[in-house]
């Protein structure tokens, strides 16, 4: 059981808007940065979103990253076939004093 | 550029203490002020954070396993390492070492991952 929650699967079509979206606590989301990661099949996860929108270097546009109280939302537009993996969300968490992780969104572009 | 890349026994047996370590190349691991961290991810589920070290040597544990896990530095080897002791097959994932800078910035660097089996 995650501390964060987030639905375990969404889909779109090439070209397409998807949101997923991820759910905290006053102790985490409220009060602290949300980071998205990107794992590709049999890869490493992969920084996507920092500090709630902000975006690494190398990252494209067609990724924004959203906060707002107990929830995050990370948005994709123009969807592509490379877009298909999974996203975590990640935060700090007070209580805990320790950093949480959300179950994972798999991401199939139909 | 730097790297991270973890090294230990693919297999443990149960009730034995899992050994990694995370070499770190391409930079100083007493360099900056980073927090140097442990997360591993069971087959077909999700990340679960570890505990992390900072370079001044400040250490804080995941709750649910600070009883058995240990993470030390060592700045000579350029390395820090995860000790989890009395290990079951829960324990059996794919471990990741990771480098952040502070909580708004996350986990910009990790390695590649090295699969841990628990079984007799």
Redesign the interface.
């Known amino acids: 059981q995650s501390v964060l929650t987030q639905a375990p699967s969404a889909s779109g079509t090439p070209g397409q808007r998807v949101t997923m979206s991820c759910f905290g606590s006053s102790s985490n989301i409220v009060s602290n940065a949300v980071n998205w990661y990107q794992q590709l099949p049999g890869t490493a996860p992969k920084l996507l979103i920092y500090s709630n929108n902000q975006r690494p270097s190398g990252v494209p546009d067609r990724f924004s990253g959203s906060k707002s109280g107990t929830s995050a939302s990370l948005a994709i537009s123009g969807l592509q076939s490379e877009d298909e993996a999974d996203y975590y969300c990640a935060t700090w968490d007070d209580s805990l004093n320790g950093w949480v992780f959300g179950g994972g969104t798999r991401l199939t572009v139909l | 550029q730097v790297q991270l890349q973890e090294s230990g026994p693919g297999l443990v047996k149960p009730s034995q203490t899992l050994s990694l370590t995370c070499t770190v190349s391409g930079g100083s691991i007493s360099s900056g002020s980073y927090y140097w961290?442990w997360?591993r991810q069971p087959a077909g589920?999700?990340?679960?954070?570890i505990?992390?070290i900072y370079t001044s040597g400040t250490i804080?544990?995941?709750?649910s396993l600070k009883s058995r896990v240990t993470i030390s530095l060592d700045t000579s080897k350029n390395q820090f390492s995860l000790k989890l002791s009395s290990v079951t097959a829960a324990d059996t994932a794919v471990y990741?070492c990771a480098r952040y800078y502070d909580?708004?910035?996350?986990?910009?660097l990790?390695?590649?991952?090295t699969l841990v089996t628990v079984s007799s």
């Open positions: 961290s997360i589920k999700g990340l679960e954070w505990g992390r804080n544990y995941n709750p990741y909580i708004l910035t996350g986990f910009h990790w390695g590649r991952g």
